[in-house]
């Protein structure tokens, strides 16, 4: 083997251990530690912990307050601890986990490169934010860096960075030259490691291969060989620190397993008990009476609540589902510079869809006001950030920029309903645009624009397979949802996950389109779904930061009446949500939609809404087990009906979709609340943009690549969220789910090291609940009535 393929194989082989990182303008929640997740859950935070300096479980102070709390129930606690041969009482232990955790000097040298190496990351890697743009990065990074590497003095004149070989090959060659091969991994996972935020945002990128990588290339091998160059140049030894057998587990980490499983352990009996009692009090399966309308949300745990509130306010049906709506396309709205992947991560768009305008006189009125904010905007931007005119310009503009800034901070509600009374005048994009669902027979890029007829219908029976759809309502809603923040760098996280950090109302809106079309309904029904033909679908999008629900454009005369009262019964849904909301922040709950709307316009605000804090649990079940429950905004709900899906291929999409997605989204949140400082992005308060691609803290170093501070935590080092790995309670027969696990190895895995449970609620077995076992296995949970005589487990047959 080529010295150039060893090298690239031991990279790709280090990389395996850090995290894909996306630019912050679409934040895609993840798991830190996925390069670990083939690893027992114990393992992966000890071998992480030494290579990237995070813990991995709650602190003592956390397990306390749970257990001051009732949340952690003590019969468990003592199996847990006894099981691991412990039998002092939890004071005692706990104080055993008060272990001062020594702190190193950082290394000089090492920030000295790192200082520079930093420096031309963020000016290579620029997402459209910097006026002048580093030089020469077409060509790539390590050829970028290398032609400005003789002009910058911060670069020391020895060493391989004193002159940079032609190729990065050559220049990781040379800076390795004195070390064996055996050791060019550890090495690798080192270095690598050392700034886990770039270099997770460069394998994001080098893997999705979007308009900015295309344009200014970059790979994990140049990044490595301008690093390596540097740190030869400023004399630091390369030697991996630790050897592939050296990680010791802290003694800590068992005690701390045993009061985590605990505490999961409580909230799933809780959960699985309460979900087993709904089970068993469900109807027969006569028909019900056709609700006024459907409303399908995103399985979104910010959605469980707003649902509760909708289902009150009238005779009104809610279902989960993905909140891409099962269709993976690249979006690119009317004025949209870019298109964005509105899909999960774990799916690859297949389709592009873009805005065509329909109504000319609303399109010119938009682009005027457009074309004039656009304008003004850029006359200002150049004005501030121009270094000729910039304090001419403050001089000049400063005492009608303190006004704003005054009324900003002061009165936001109010120049929040000034600003949406003047964009009222201006039509969005959906009220004059349409999209063009329809085949296209052209491409952009490598994807075709627009779906064909039969593409059409399988997204539509899919989505009804999923939630197990038979009847339907007059109105069917299909509702994406989307946050509404100012001056918040981390907007995204707050949009929708399965729309890869985007706001789903235009994939609501592609999915009503394709539910309206006559040809793709004739041949749902050939398959079995029976749409009356006064069913109409509509899109809407929630905004989960005010709770209003907007419903998109217009429908027969003979609807009319419907939409009117659905929207009125929604803003009365919106009152008492919000209430909600408000109350669980801490304010007054009669302030309610004054509040949450202060909330969404205060620019000084750290803390517009809470996300997805709390997230403990994943439902996946018909609307009955849940919709007299109040989950307290901590579960995913997805909507499922075992008796319509025999084969159990509905059942295997959800548990291979998205129950990942949503382990995805419970690990970012509890790695962010564990350890904020290395996996999250420590406080609002201290943090820098850079690049539009993430943030510092302070003005320099790596990026930070997780949740802020003030989107887990209550205040100092009290969390908010409570950091539990997720809990998955699905209600099927047990051997349909054992099938649907079988060949996915994946899945199994995630399971199989702990980094998910997974419960079944069997309603075949009177809702006796099993629950997974390391290897297949199934066994029944101590919570399960103790029925005739007990079943033996269940164990799923593994493929050959």
């Known amino acids: 083997m080529s010295t150039e393929a060893t090298i690239q194989d031991s990279i790709d082989d280090a990389a395996t251990t850090v995290g894909s990182v996306w630019p912050i303008h679409s ?21 992480a912990a030494d290579l990237l300096g995070g813990r991995g479980y709650p602190t003592p102070e956390t397990f306390r307050a749970a257990l001051e709390d009732g949340r952690i129930d003590t019969d468990r606690l003592d199996a847990e601890l006894a099981a691991r041969g412990y039998d002092d009482d939890p004071a005692t232990l706990l104080g055993r986990m008060d272990v001062e955790v020594e702190s190193t000097e950082p290394d000089t040298d090492t920030q000295r490169a790192e200082r520079v190496l930093t420096k031309w990351l963020s000016a290579f890697l620029d997402e459209g934010c910097a006026k002048w743009s580093m030089p020469n990065r077409e060509a790539g990074f390590y050829a970028a860096v290398r032609e400005v590497a003789a002009y910058d003095g911060e670069i020391p004149d020895n060493g391989v960075v004193a002159s940079l070989p032609e190729t990065p090959t050559e220049a990781i060659e040379a800076a390795l030259e004195p070390y064996p091969e055996s050791q060019y991994v550890p090495i690798f996972e080192e270095q690598l490691a050392a700034l886990p935020g770039w270099t997770g945002l460069i394998k994001q990128r080098a893997a999705d291969g979007n308009e900015w990588q295309s344009a200014h290339p970059i790979t994990l091998a140049e990044y490595l060989a301008v690093r390596l160059a540097l740190l030869d140049g400023f004399g630091v030894d390369l030697r991996p620190s630790t050897g592939p057998d050296s990680t010791e587990a802290d003694p800590a980490d068992e005690l701390a397993e045993a009061f985590l499983s605990a505490w999961e352990a409580s909230y799933r009996a809780e959960l699985v008990e309460r979900v087993a009692d709904e089970g068993r009090s469900l109807p027969d399966s006569e028909p019900p009476d056709r609700p006024d309308a459907q409303l399908v949300f995103c399985i979104d745990t910010r959605s469980e609540p707003i649902r509760r509130h909708v289902e009150r306010a009238g005779d009104y049906e809610t279902h989960g589902y993905a909140g891409f709506f099962g269709v993976p396309v690249e979006y690119r709205g009317y004025d949209a510079a870019t298109s964005v992947s509105a899909c999960p991560p774990i799916l690859e768009a297949q389709h592009h869809v873009s805005e065509v305008p329909t109504d000319r006189e609303a399109q010119a009125r938009h682009d005027r006001w457009s074309s004039v904010r656009d304008a003004a905007d850029a006359v200002v931007d150049t004005l501030k950030s121009n270094p000729a005119g910039a304090f001419g310009f403050v001089e000049s503009a400063g005492g009608g920029y303190g006004l704003a800034l005054a009324a900003r901070t002061l009165v936001p509600g109010r120049v929040r309903d000034l600003l949406r009374t003047a964009d009222d005048a201006v039509p969005d994009d959906h009220e004059f645009c349409e999209q063009i669902v329809g085949h296209q027979h052209t491409y952009v890029g490598d994807l075709p624009v627009g779906l064909t007829r039969d593409e059409k219908v399988e997204y539509a029976a899919t989505a009804f397979d999923l939630m197990g759809w038979t009847s339907f309502a007059r109105l069917v809603a299909f509702v994406g949802h989307a946050s509404e923040t100012a001056n918040n760098p981390y907007d995204s996280s707050l949009d929708c996950g399965a729309c890869a950090g985007n706001p789903g109302g235009p994939n609501a809106r592609v999915l009503a389109a394709i539910c309206n079309d006559g040809d793709v309904r004739a041949a749902l029904r050939d398959r079995g779904f029976e749409i009356p033909d006064d069913t109409v679908f509509v899109a809407g999008e929630h905004n989960t930061t005010t709770d209003e629900i907007e419903l998109y454009g217009d429908v027969p005369e003979s609807h009319a009446a419907d939409l009117d009262r659905l929207r009125a019964d929604l803003a009365g849904a919106r009152e008492s949500a919000t209430a909600e909301r408000v109350e669980s922040m801490g304010g007054d709950a009669s302030a309610g939609v004054d509040e949450a709307t202060r909330r969404a316009a205060d620019w000084a605000e750290t803390r517009p809404e809470w996300g997805l804090a709390g997230n403990a649990g994943f439902v996946v079940g ?14 995913f709900l997805h909507s499922y009906d075992w008796s319509t899906d025999p084969d159990g291929e509905a059942l295997e999409a959800i548990l291979t979709g998205p129950m990942v997605v949503t382990q995805w989204i419970n690990a970012q949140y509890y790695f962010s609340t564990v350890d904020n400082a290395v996996y999250g992005s420590g406080s609002k308060v201290t943090q820098n943009p850079v690049g539009n691609v993430g943030v510092y803290q302070g003005n320099g170093g790596d990026l930070m690549t997780g949740l802020p501070h003030q ?63 390391r290897g297949a296995n199934w066994e029944p949970t101590a919570e399960s009535p103790a029925a005739e005589p007990a079943e033996p487990a269940v164990t799923a047959v593994a493929d050959d």
């Open 27 to 47: 934040f895609v929640t993840a798991n830190p530690l996925s390069g670990f997740e083939n690893l027992p859950f114990g393992e992966a935070v000890t071998q």
């Open 622 to 635: 018909p609307r009955g087990l849940t919709s007299d429950l109040d989950l307290d905004g901590r579960a």
């Open 711 to 773: 989107s887990v935590m209550v205040d100092g080092d009290e969390p908010y969220h409570q950091p539990l790995r997720l809990s998955t309670v699905v209600h099927a027969p047990v051997d349909r789910v054992a099938d649907a696990l079988t060949g996915h190895e994946a899945v199994t895995e995630l399971l199989d090291n702990g980094w998910l449970s997974l419960t079944v609620v069997d309603p075949t077995q009177d809702h006796r609940a099993f629950r997974y076992e």
